[in-house]
């Protein structure tokens, strides 16, 4: 056996939120053996000792890494978040400690596009109040205030992966798509770029939201926003709480401005399935309230238990960082059989390389690859070597000055 296989033995995997169980699977089929796999979320005192001698994080959007968190993590090496958002993770503070994370940007990219538009059909047939009505026993058999959704005009605001699936499969059906990114983005099929939210806002019947969160986004639409749409318009977020003001949308809901909404996230959610959810927004039955779902297909789930867990592996088995969120990225080839793999991980400042290299010379040794790649004050610096004893050599790469991680891996 390898000692790049020995190593996987002594490396501690931690899985919460009951990510789907192929990830577990497919750690142990490369020789994890070491994993702790919990449905749910430790609160933070305990989520801190589980994570003091980790080594891989696996987590989705209920954990939240914070600073003292990552604090208490010293053999922490790589984060994986089993969904697209990465805000639930003090990013900036991970790279400073030398810890990549990685994220599942496509795969549930076609079960969020379905289920906006399901409540795009939804919406504009009054399905929900007609729904909650039969359930309070009402029969409201009519085609008022009910319509296709041919001919109408879809407003995406993002155009990224799922906001682009979401406008080529609402286009196949008949409506007329716009969108507006902050970014240049080619359209896809027949959409329209607008120059500016507000034009966007004044021209569609429908609305969708499909942003990250941050700083520009918060509280993105609000009265003034929700005032220049159409009188009688549907608004959809699917993508992160904090971008609606939930109560100028409450307003918008109560003048008629906002005949119907469909949210998937909100301002706070319950921590697990076990606690209430308190939303004004329940007394409305022309709101589609899901629980944070809209990527949680069975077949989004196996795809992202994939991809992430592909990610985190290769991480640890060669150093790739490749799509790495907060981390220089660098694809890595496989470790030849009789060489040893070195990795420097650092603060981005000048002679770092340089004094590495003096210690490789001063140990007589030859590189045989070398990849170095930056971003902002994280340097990572990889090297091969033809040579399996290390140990002296890893020792004094830790002493630099500014250096947050040394690794070694051997071929086999």
């Not at 729904?131 to 008022?144: F, I, V």
């Not at 005009?153 to 799922?162: E, P, Q």
Request: proline content about 3%.
């Amino acid at each position: 056996m390898s000692k790049l296989s020995l190593s996987k033995e002594k490396i501690k995997v931690v899985l919460l939120e009951g990510v789907h169980p192929l990830a577990e699977e497919s750690f142990r089929k490369d020789g994890y053996n070491n994993i702790t796999y919990l449905k749910g979320t430790p609160e933070k005192e305990e989520l801190k000792t589980l994570l003091s001698d980790a080594h891989i994080l696996g987590i989705r959007s209920r954990t939240h890494i914070t600073q003292d968190v990552l604090d208490a993590c010293d053999k922490l090496m790589a984060i994986g978040t089993f969904c697209i958002g990465t805000n639930q993770i003090n990013l900036e503070y991970a790279r400073n400690k030398g810890i990549p994370v990685f994220n599942a940007p496509f795969s549930n990219t076609r079960s969020v596009a379905e289920l906006v538009l399901a409540e795009i059909i939804f919406l504009m047939r009054g399905i929900p109040q007609k729904n909650a009505a039969a359930h309070r026993g009402q029969w409201q058999k009519t085609a008022e205030s009910s319509f296709e959704i041919r001919g109408k005009k879809l407003g995406i605001v993002g155009f990224g992966h799922i906001g682009s699936q979401l406008g080529v499969i609402a286009e196949s059906l008949g409506m007329k798509v716009y969108f507006y990114d902050i970014e240049n983005k080619l359209p896809m099929g027949n959409a329209k770029n607008t120059e500016s939210l507000n034009e966007l806002l004044a021209k569609v019947d429908v609305l969708s939201l499909h942003v990250p969160s941050t700083a520009a986004t918060k509280d993105m639409i609000g009265k003034q926003q929700l005032n220049k749409m159409r009188q009688g318009s549907y608004l959809i977020n699917a993508a992160r709480g904090d971008v609606v003001v939930i109560e100028d949308l409450i307003d918008a809901l109560d003048s008629g401005k906002i005949k119907g909404a469909a949210l998937d996230v909100f301002p706070q959610e319950p921590s697990s399935n076990n606690d209430p959810f308190i939303s004004q927004l329940k007394e409305y039955d022309q709101v589609i309230i899901t629980p944070h779902i809209g990527g949680s297909t069975l077949e989004a789930q196996v795809n992202i238990a994939n991809e992430v867990s592909n990610k985190l592996m290769k991480y640890s088995n060669n150093g790739t960082t490749s799509s790495a969120v907060n981390f220089p990225q660098v694809s890595l080839p496989e470790i030849g059989g009789k060489q040893s793999r070195v990795m420097h991980i650092h603060k981005n400042k000048p002679g770092m390389l340089e004094q590495v290299n003096r210690i490789f010379s001063k140990h007589d040794m030859n590189i045989t690859a070398l990849h170095l790649q930056t971003e902002g004050e994280i340097g990572y610096v990889i090297m091969d070597v033809d040579c399996s004893e290390v140990d002296d050599l890893k020792t004094e790469l830790k002493s630099i000055d500014d250096t947050l991680r040394v690794r070694v891996l051997h071929g086999s």
